[in-house]
Each structure stands twice: as structure tokens, then as C-alpha cells.
């Protein structure tokens, strides 16, 4: 921008070519014609020493890499800043969001206690969320902490702030499963709160379950850790056990509660696969955007082998919870139509990014 003196002798501000108005942020590159809210308030606000910044980082991690580095992810791509979130989510529409999903939850809440309905929930219902959806309060803290790794490691502001996100929705739903099951304990006779810590260490229904977190937690690769989570493990046995098991069951003995809580919890499981697709496509593209070539068979070949390594432990973790099913009163003989629907999901979600389920082990 530049100043010009009129001939009234008034100084004006001359917007240079290629602005679109005063107020646009040009050196940031919209992936549309206009520059979003999304990417004025969230882009570059991550240094790339590729782009935009120089001299190398300050500061080194004890292992001798960059704050942020390359090779901290096999995956290669010659712009990480490329990425954009699909939902278009910053801070103040994730938060609205959010508080939207928990005033459907507490209004739930409330009525259930008002109408008494916390009295019509089967016992034996109650039984297995005492002990099955306090464990998969388990199972969502360990997403929440797989993915608060991403948001250190990702290599561009777009990414680590979509993994934020991602990380904060796996806290909500373990909070939600937290308050719920005080809630139970205060107004259902019978209920017993704490037993889910039991279950996620020592019952063999859960153990397929907290063997895929530690893994995911185990994990150095980041890449890895957002494209197994919502392309295998979520769309697997989170969905088995959250939608299939509690949302479809919980009506049918009583529970009105849990249906408002797993569909919310749904609704983010959509948003967050929606945003590891939009991944996929960058990766798996010819060039990106500059038409500097991208390394897509590398990429869709390593993909591919990390769904072939966690596909088979995923579906064990399914066939380890699927006994649960003929314990929970009107679930007896359901479980394997669950199974098969989270199977046939499954293959969806990876066939639309470019993937297949490894062959041999989906029967």
C-alpha cells in the first residue's frame, strides 16, 4: 500500500494491485478466489521455514529435530499450508458449535430427571453402562491424548489446529459419559458409578479397545495417527460400541439420554473424517497447488499399509466387544448385524478415500 498527496493536498491511501480491498491479507493464498474468515484468522500463524520465514528454529527438541520437522511424518508433501479444514472451523464457530451439541445434551439431561425417566431404565441396562460407557469414557480420553500429540507435530497452522479441534471433541464426549454417569448414580436406583475403570483394564471386551489406544499412543508418526484413527479405528469399533451398541440399544431399555449424547458424538466423528479425506486428496494428488509434484503413489502406498497393519486389530477389537451384545437385554442376537454394518462402513469410508480393507479378514 502506498500514499498519494492529492491536488487538494490530502493524503490518500493507494491499495496496490492484487489487493482485493485495504483490509485482505495477500500474502496469505486462498484456495478459493477470496480470502475465507477461516484462513485470515488461522493461516500463518505457524512458522514455515520453507515459505515465509528463514534462519532456522532457535530451538531444538531433545532429539535434535525442529520445532517443527518434516520427518517427524512419512508422509511427504511439498506444501503442508496447503491443507484446509473442509469445515471451515476456527475458534469461535468450533466453540459455538460445540456449546450448541451440550444444550441438546443438558436439555435431555434435565427432562429425563423431571419426567422420572431415569426410574424407567432397565437394570440390567443400567448394569452395562455402568461398566461399558464408563470404559469407552476411557477409550475417548486416550483419543483426546493420541491426538493432543498431532497438534505438537503437525507441520502446518491449518493442520494442528484441525487436530485441536479433533482433540477437543474426544474430551467433550468423555466428559459427557463422566456427567452422565452421575447423573445416573444420583437419580437410578441401583446404579453403581465407577465400575467402567475395571472393565477398560480387565474385561476382555475392552481389551481389543485399549490395546488400539496404547497403540495409537505409542505412535511417532502423526500421519499415521489421524488417518488410522478416522479411517479404521473410529469408523470400526467406536462406532460398534458408541452408535451401534449404546444409540440403537439404549432407547429400547429405557434410556433416553444416551441417544442425544452418541449422536452428537457422531455428528464430530463426520466432521473430523470429512477433514482426514480432504487430507487424503492433498496427499494422494498429482501436483499441489503451484503444480510442484507431490509424491502420491508413495503416499497412497504407505496409506494403504498402515490400513492392512491396523484393519486386523480394529476388527478383533470388534469381535472382542461383540458378546456384550447378547448380554444387554433386547440386544441378544444383534451384535452380528452390528458387525457387519460397521464392516460394510468401514469399506465405504476407506473405497471413497482410495483404499480397500486388507483382504481375508473381514469374515
Not at 52 to 74: E, K, M, N, V
Not at 109 to 132: E, H, M
Not at 133 to 151: D, I, N, P
Not at 175 to 204: K, R, V
Request: proline share 5%.
Amino acid at each position: 500500500m502506498t500514499t498519494e498527496l492529492t491536488s487538494e493536498g490530502v493524503v490518500s491511501e493507494v491499495v496496490g494491485e492484487g489487493f482485493y480491498s485495504d483490509r485482505d491479507l495477500t500474502y496469505i493464498r486462498p484456495q478459493k478466489r477470496r480470502l475465507t474468515e477461516y484462513e485470515a484468522v488461522i493461516c500463518n500463524a505457524q512458522p514455515d521455514m520453507d515459505q515465509f520465514d528463514s534462519g532456522g528454529w532457535y530451538l531444538l527438541r531433545p532429539d535434535g529435530l525442529g520445532c517443527q520437522d518434516a520427518r517427524t511424518t512419512a508422509l511427504v508433501h511439498p506444501n503442508w499450508f496447503e491443507y484446509r479444514d473442509p469445515s471451515g472451523l476456527w475458534q469461535r464457530p468450533y466453540i459455538n458449535l460445540q456449546a450448541q451439541q451440550e444444550r441438546s445434551i443438558a436439555g435431555a439431561t434435565a427432562s429425563a430427571k423431571a419426567n422420572g425417566a431415569f426410574c424407567d431404565i432397565a437394570p440390567g441396562w443400567l448394569q452395562l453402562v455402568a461398566r461399558y460407557y464408563e470404559a469407552l469414557a476411557s477409550f475417548e480420553w486416550g483419543m483426546f491424548k493420541a491426538h493432543a500429540f498431532v497438534t505438537r507435530e503437525a507441520l502446518s497452522d491449518t493442520l494442528s489446529m484441525a487436530s485441536t479441534f479433533s482433540a477437543m471433541d474426544r474430551l467433550r464426549h468423555q466428559q459427557d459419559i463422566a456427567l452422565y454417569s452421575l447423573e445416573l448414580h444420583e437419580h437410578s436406583p441401583g446404579y453403581t458409578e465407577g465400575a467402567g475403570m475395571d472393565a477398560w483394564l480387565n474385561d476382555p471386551a475392552c481389551q481389543g479397545a485399549r490395546r488400539l489406544v496404547e497403540r495409537l499412543l505409542s505412535l511417532h508418526d502423526w500421519g499415521e495417527m489421524v488417518l488410522m484413527t478416522n479411517l479404521v479405528v473410529e469408523p470400526l469399533i467406536a462406532s460398534l460400541i458408541g452408535s451401534e451398541f449404546f444409540r440403537r440399544l439404549a432407547g429400547l431399555n429405557g434410556d433416553s439420554v444416551i441417544p442425544v449424547i452418541e449422536m452428537t458424538v457422531e455428528a464430530d466423528r463426520r466432521r473430523n473424517r470429512a477433514a482426514t479425506q480432504e487430507l487424503v486428496k492433498m496427499l494422494t494428488a498429482d501436483t499441489d497447488r503451484t503444480g510442484r509434484p507431490v509424491p502420491a503413489v508413495q503416499n497412497r502406498e504407505l496409506i494403504q499399509g498402515w490400513v492392512d497393519s491396523w484393519y486386523p486389530d480394529a476388527l478383533a477389537a470388534v469381535d472382542g466387544f461383540l458378546p456384550v451384545f447378547d448380554a444387554a437385554p433386547a440386544g441378544s442376537g444383534v451384535g452380528e448385524q452390528a458387525r457387519q454394518r460397521v464392516l460394510s462402513t468401514t469399506e465405504g469410508i476407506l473405497e471413497l478415500a482410495g483404499f480397500q480393507a486388507p483382504a481375508g479378514v473381514t469374515s
